[in-house]
Nanobody
Framework: VQLQASGGGSVQPGDSLRLSCVASGRTFIGYGMGWFRQAPGTEREFVAS??????ITTYQDSVKGRFTISRERDTVYLQMNNLKREDTAIYYC???????????????????WGQGTLVTVSS
């Protein structure tokens, strides 16, 4: 079971990126999905989540209005607009442990963490 995140890169403040998370080995249809990030020397923190049905999305306050999470079958996206230096981190996607989840903010609710993708925002 693997989740593969991609789409990271080095951009300037104000630029956009779209991250993708693709599942392989099993389906994640029916599971809430989340994006988390971890900057050097910090704890992994919640960024955004989406419920199993796709109709409930939740965001960290600092990314509201700039980031959009969406899903299509076994792929989850994170559209990131107006990127800021403080968005620099490794971004991870994860699937909730329980079926039919709403997309929790607590990382302890998630299993199946994928390999991260690095986002660097600098001028």
């Amino acid at each position: 079971v693997q989740l593969q995140a991609s789409g990271g890169g080095s951009v300037q403040p104000g630029d956009s990126l779209r991250l993708s998370c693709v599942a392989s080995g099993r389906t994640f249809i029916g599971y809430g999905m989340g994006w988390f990030r971890q900057a050097p020397g910090t704890e992994r923190e919640f960024v955004a989540s989406i419920s199993w049905s796709g109709d409930i999305t939740t965001y960290q306050d600092s990314v509201k209005g700039r980031f959009t999470i969406s899903r299509e079958r076994d792929t989850v996206y994170l559209q990131m607009n107006n990127l800021k230096r403080e968005d620099t981190a490794i971004y991870y996607c994860a699937a909730e442990r329980a079926l039919y989840g709403r997309g929790a903010q607590n990382r302890d609710n998630y299993d199946d963490w994928g390999q991260g993708t690095l986002v660097t925002v600098s001028s």
